[in-house]
Structure formats: structure tokens, C-alpha cells
């Protein structure tokens, strides 16, 4: 992961404080889905995700890019890419959301964590960036870590939902690289629009043939994921504009506290012994993986 330069007089608090708001905003908008997936299928769910932000994302990308930009910056995209991305998007909220209908938030977070694992990993057959044994070991140690939560002896979180949320976080690795490959060409407008289509209308088709109707006491908890999940971009995007990446990144570990807190005042329930040494083994394992990523950067330089 390489570090973005911290602009002159921007202090890094500044550029921390937006990163934790972000996981904060973001894990309010997933306690959200976990509601509704109470009520309605998953792809359902996914669709009125997508509906929800882009009401809101759409609006600023107009006024970020300007009248006069935003179609041609809309449509002269790398399409292929965009679609792909699309397609992972539907398949990642779809998994993430069925997994949330039975795992507590917390346990879903902590198998989630090893997405920026699966993101080193898959950097080396795709982007043929160089890794060396150590962060390959950190990987390893990281799995080992996701086998400790799921306890596939039959005794843990070994199901369908444990399984759909490692979908979603290979689902979410392989769209992080295209986003890699699309920076370099698209605006990050088009990038988050597109992704909120394909997530309205993708999971929408998808969801119409059991489409149960909504009720009138949820429309509130729908534009509270919106807005929630259009503020949270706004404040990641910001954090990284501001602050280097390898700083900003470990600071999404603040995830597994948000979602023991809203487990707790939600729904009752508290993640066990198990599931925490999980989780320290798969948070320590990509801190590592991020520090000896900083001190190859440091020597390329």
C-alpha cells in the first residue's frame, strides 16, 4: 500500500478523526442493514442500499465535478472494469447482508478483517506487485486467525453465514484492486456512482421476483443508511485525501469496537472468547503486514 504525501498544514488528527468518524458512520449504516435483513431478503436489502446513497452521492457528485463535467466524467469510464466491479459489488453487500441475518456484527467484522490480507495476496497474481515472506506469513497467520472464529470442527461459526461473509471480503479485495487500476484513469466520482447503480438496479432486478413490500415504520431506518453510508464515503475519502494511507488504514480496526458496542445495545449479545482471539490474531497479523509495508516503502525510497 503505498503512502499518500500529508499536505502542508494539514494536521494528522484531522485526517484521523475523519477516518474513525468514517468506520463509526459506516458500522451504523451495516447495524442498519442487520435490522432490515430482518424483514427483507438480502438482495433486497443490497438494492435499498444502493437506492439510499445514491439519493444522496449523486447530488455531490454533480457539485464536486460541476454541471458541465459530470456526464462526460460519468461516461468516458473504463466500462469492463466498472462492470466487474458492479457484478462484485451485488455479490459482496448480497453475502454480507444474508451473513447478518444470524452473526452478531462483531463476528462478521472480525472474519471481514482479513480482506486487506486477501488484498496483498491477490496484488501479486493481478498487479504483479513484489511480496516477501514475512508479509506472506502475516497472511497465513491472519487465515489462521479466521479458522479460529469459524471453528470448522462444527462447534463455532462454521455455516453458510461465516462462509458468505469470506465471500464478501474476497469480493470486496478484488474490487479494491480495481479501484487501484481505475484511479489511475476514472474520477472517484464515477467510481462511487457506478458502484451505487449497479448495487440499486443490479441487486434490484435480481430481487424483484421476491420483492416483499416495505413498511412504513422502516422507510426512516432506509435514508438513515443512506445518509449514514453517503457521509461515511465522504469521510474516508477525505481522510485519505489528508493523511497517509498507512496510517489511516490500521485505524479501521476501530470496526470490532463499534460492533461489540452495537451488538450490545441492539441486540443483547456479546462476542465470545474465541471470537476474540480470533480477532487478535487477525488484527495483529494485519498491523504487522502493515508495518513491514512501511519499512519497504522506506527503503524504495
Do not use: C, N
Amino acid at each position: 500500500m503505498s503512502s499518500l504525501p500529508l499536505p502542508t498544514g494539514t494536521p494528522r488528527w484531522r485526517a484521523a478523526l475523519l477516518m474513525l468518524a468514517s468506520v463509526g458512520l459506516f458500522s451504523m449504516m451495516d447495524a442498519g442493514l442487520k435490522l432490515l435483513a430482518a424483514h427483507y431478503p438480502p438482495l433486497q436489502v443490497s438494492a435499498l442500499r444502493g437506492v439510499a446513497s445514491l439519493a444522496f452521492v449523486l447530488p455531490w457528485a454533480i457539485w464536486t465535478l460541476g454541471p458541465e463535467r459530470f456526464l462526460p466524467s460519468m461516461l468516458r469510464v473504463r466500462w469492463p472494469l466498472h462492470l466487474l466491479r458492479g457484478v462484485l459489488g451485488v455479490v459482496m453487500m448480497g453475502a454480507f447482508v444474508f451473513a447478518l441475518r444470524t452473526l452478531p456484527l462483531s463476528t462478521a467484522y472480525t472474519i471481514f478483517f482479513v480482506a486487506p490480507l486477501l488484498i496483498v495476496a491477490l496484488s501479486v497474481p493481478i498487479l504483479g506487485e513484489r511480496v516477501g515472506p514475512r508479509r506472506w506469513a502475516a497472511i497465513g497467520v491472519g487465515f489462521a486467525g479466521v479458522l479460529v472464529v469459524l471453528r470448522p470442527t462444527g462447534e463455532g461459526v462454521a455455516s453458510l453465514a461465516g462462509l458468505a461473509v469470506l465471500v464478501a471480503a474476497l469480493g470486496y479485495a478484488v474490487s479494491a484492486i480495481t479501484v487501484r487500476v481505475l484511479a489511475r484513469t476514472d474520477s472517484s466520482q464515477a467510481t462511487i456512482v457506478w458502484l451505487m447503480v449497479s448495487l440499486a438496479f443490479g441487486a434490484g432486478a435480481l430481487a424483484l421476483p421476491g420483492w416483499v413490500p416495505l413498511r412504513s415504520a422502516d422507510l426512516w431506518l432506509i435514508v438513515g443508511i443512506g445518509l449514514a453510508g453517503a457521509m461515511g464515503q465522504y469521510a474516508i475519502t477525505e481522510a485519505f485525501r489528508h493523511g497517509e494511507a498507512s496510517l489511516m488504514a490500521p485505524l479501521e480496526y476501530s470496526a470490532l469496537l463499534w460492533g461489540v458496542t452495537l451488538d450490545l445495545a441492539l441486540w443483547g449479545v456479546l462476542p465470545d472468547g474465541v471470537t476474540w482471539l480470533g480477532a487478535a490474531i487477525i488484527v495483529g497479523s494485519g498491523l504487522y503486514m502493515l508495518h513491514r509495508e512501511r519499512v519497504v516503502a522506506a527503503r524504495s525510497d
